[in-house]
């Protein structure tokens, strides 16, 4: 490098001081030279005016803190920065053997490829530092960026003989910036809790792709997501570990994490003698990623009847799970949500099966309020807080939403169902953060349904209660109770609803001593349940009638379920009694007229021997109607029996039939006694 000073004789890379190693005649040239230049400087100035005022500043030259001085071809050269800036910026030569005036001459910014951000790194490193140092960086600046190869060589060569260690410190400056100059960035979601919140983790790396610390850097996320510090744009300082930043979602979609990050620049400055020195800090785009981020999510509960088939008068009850409505819901930890629970009941099988969704963005109230247009009125309610998902709870349906009794099924309950809601506006405010809406389950899921069996009640008496063998019995049966459709539902194994059992069944059973009739009244029919057959206990018939509402004739001719007569005659002493029975399904409870029922039951009596007339047995009146009862005990069984005035007209019956056969045996034993005893008839 070769500075100018007054009274100095510039050229490629050197300087002379006046009076060291300089001839009288050179000097002499020179101030002629330089009078002449001074003049023509003066002349082209008035003539051009300010024209070159743009290129008059100069840069201040340089002293011994800054570079170090070597001899060349008979004269001292140095090594090191030649000028500095009003900035304090240090330029370096990179044209050996040149002159320089110091003028500050136009820039250009140097394309930013691997040799410029590392010669940037070094220059920015060592803005400040000492003689050695710099002059070391002088050489690192020929070497690369240096444009006489030729001279540069052969000043190289006097420097390597003089200051070898600034030559070594020239090499290992160089070989230092090698792994420190950014050529990219990487960025990645780590971290994530959910979709809700997580970290972006960002690293500068250079071109081995290893992350190198002190780099400037920028992270701006563009969609519904913010950084925890506050706003979309955070500014750091990259480091060897990477670095790593706090989002959370503030709505949901997709998020893009855009990463920039700074790297420096140089420029030349064409002057009589170029130079080279440290531009700026540029931007430039980095990696990026794009991911899926939510804060709300959609709270659901799944939900299963705790018993599909209810009895007249039960409680109802509903097993509750807490969970979300999608794969990209999840539940704010330990966050509290209270969801409502409605029952409908007095469906029908035309109900069944008939799943009323919510609408897209429907609220609770307007879908109770739509089911509420169709018919559909909620009985009972429930409700359940959860804290988190696949929490369980078992709700009982109480009259009132809040308060009140529990709810108990009623004889027209007919099918039932369950439709739960998490409304936002019952939940606290946190919890309203993270919900958009409401979450309603359909009106008439299978899981949630249920059927409450029908109570049936039959009045049933038997035409005669006292007969004589040969004679046909016969039995009058009224059922009441089972829904209208009776016998027509296919059921719904979705739902799990049993098929209508379409036949009720009529039995006659015998009881008594087949061989000693006096003995027969120790086999009256005893006990609400059949017995077991034996030798004093048959069943003589069964036939199958319709299980439906209505009066049915049993006996004497009367056709069956399948339209076969049913006829049953006494054809020995004993007791006959006829027994409805009904098995029950998923639409009806099973129910039974008992065994020992009064109303139900015929004495049939030996015939008369001739020698010794017959005295009838007093007739029996059956005790007052008993309820029915059920093999194997079920609750609620139906009443069976006659009515009072049909009693009380078969114990008057009773009583005259009595009053005329006792006047018969009276008159037969006269007759016995005087065997020519004659009534006589007055005759009008």
């Known amino acids: 490098m ?23 005649t050179w000097r002499q040239r020179g101030m002629a030279i330089v009078a002449m230049l001074t003049g023509l400087i003066i002349m082209v100035g008035v003539v051009f005016g300010s024209a070159n005022t743009a290129y008059a500043a100069t840069l201040t030259p340089a002293d011994e803190r800054y570079h170090v001085a070597f001899p060349y071809n008979d004269m001292e050269y140095y090594v090191g920065v ?21 003028v500050i001459g136009p820039t250009t910014v140097l394309a930013s490829d691997e040799n410029a951000r590392r010669m940037a790194w070094i220059l920015d490193r060592y803005r400040d530092t000492d003689a050695a140092t710099h002059a070391a960086i002088g050489i690192i600046v020929q070497d690369h960026f240096g444009r006489d190869r030729d001279e540069w060589a052969r000043q190289m060569a006097v420097i390597q003989g003089r200051y070898p260690e600034i030559v070594a410190k020239a090499a290992r400056i ?61 500014s750091g300082v990259s480091t060897s570990a990477g670095s790593s930043i706090a989002w959370e979602a503030t709505g949901a979609g997709e998020v893009t994490a855009n990463t920039t990050y700074e790297y420096g620049r140089m420029h030349v400055m064409d002057s009589t003698q170029d130079m080279l020195a440290f531009d700026s800090m540029a931007s430039t785009g980095g990696a990026s990623t794009t991911f899926r981020v939510r804060k709300d999510f959609v709270p659901a509960v799944s939900t299963k009847v705790s018993e599909k088939v209810l009895d007249v008068a ?70 359940a807080s959860f804290t988190g998902v696949g929490q369980q709870a078992r709700v009982q349906a109480m009259t009132k939403p809040d308060d009140g009794a529990a709810y108990r099924t009623k004889q027209n309950s007919g099918f039932g169902t369950w439709v739960w809601v998490f409304r936002r506006s019952e939940q606290s405010k946190q919890a309203q953060e993270y919900l958009i809406g409401d979450w309603i389950s359909p009106f008439m899921e299978a899981t949630e349904s249920n059927t409450s069996r029908r109570k049936l009640e039959v009045m049933s008496t038997v035409t005669e209660h006292s007969a004589d063998i040969g004679a046909e019995l016969s039995d009058t049966i009224t059922v009441s109770g089972f829904p209208a459709d009776h016998g027509q539902y296919a059921g719904n194994e979705e739902y799990e609803f049993a098929a209508d059992r379409p036949y009720a069944t009529v039995s006659v059973w015998w009881s008594g001593d087949p061989d000693n009739p006096s003995n027969d009244e120790a086999y009256k029919p005893s006990g ?26 049993i006996g004497a001719g009367a056709l069956d379920a399948h339209g076969a007569p049913m006829h049953l005659t006494a054809e020995r002493h004993g007791w006959y009694v006829f027994v409805w029975r009904f098995e029950g399904d998923d639409r009806v409870s099973p129910a039974s007229s008992r ?27 059956p005790p007052a109607p008993a309820e029915a009862t059920t093999p194997n005990p079920r609750p609620s069984l139906p009443v069976t029996g006659g009515d009072v005035s049909l009693a009380s007209v078969l114990a008057v019956s009773a009583l005259a039939i009595g009053a005329i056969l006792s006047i018969v045996v009276r008159w037969r034993r006269r007759y016995d006694r005087f065997k020519h005893w004659t009534m006589r008839w007055p005759i009008r």
Not at 353 to 365: F, L, Y
């Open 2 to 24: 070769i500075v100018a000073y007054p009274h100095t004789v510039q050229y490629a890379g050197k300087r002379t001081r006046k009076g060291r190693m300089m001839i009288t």
């Open 82 to 102: 030649a000028g500095l800036d009003a900035s304090g910026n240090k330029y370096y030569c990179i044209e050996a053997g040149k002159l320089s005036d110091y």
């Open 174 to 234: 160089w070989d230092q910036s090698a792994g420190k100059t950014p050529a990219g960035t990487t960025v990645e979601r780590t971290d994530a809790e959910a979709l809700r919140s997580g970290s972006i983790s960002v690293k500068v790396v250079n071109r081995a792709g290893d992350a190198i610390a002190g780099v400037p850097f920028t992270v701006t996320l563009q969609g519904a997501a913010r950084f925890v510090q506050g706003g979309n744009t955070f």
């Open 314 to 383: 039960s409680p109802v009850f509903d097993d509750v799970t807490s969970g979300v409505a999608d794969a990209d819901s999840y539940w704010v930890p330990d966050l509290e949500l209270q969801a409502r629970g409605y029952y409908f009941d007095g469906l029908d099988t035309g109900d069944v099966g008939n799943v009323i969704t919510p609408n897209a963005q429907e609220s609770a109230d307007a879908f109770l309020a739509r089911l509420a247009t169709l018919g559909y009125e909620p009985v009972a309610y429930g409700k």
């Open 528 to 553: 609400g349940e059949v017995p077991t057959e034996d030798d004093n206990h048959r069943l003589l018939a069964t036939w199958e009638i319709p299980a439906m509402n209505g009066t049915f004739k």
């Open 595 to 621: 065994y020992d029922d009064a109303w139900e039951r015929v004495r049939v009596l030996p015939p008369c021997e001739s020698e010794k007339p017959c005295e009838p047995e007093k007739p029996e009146t």
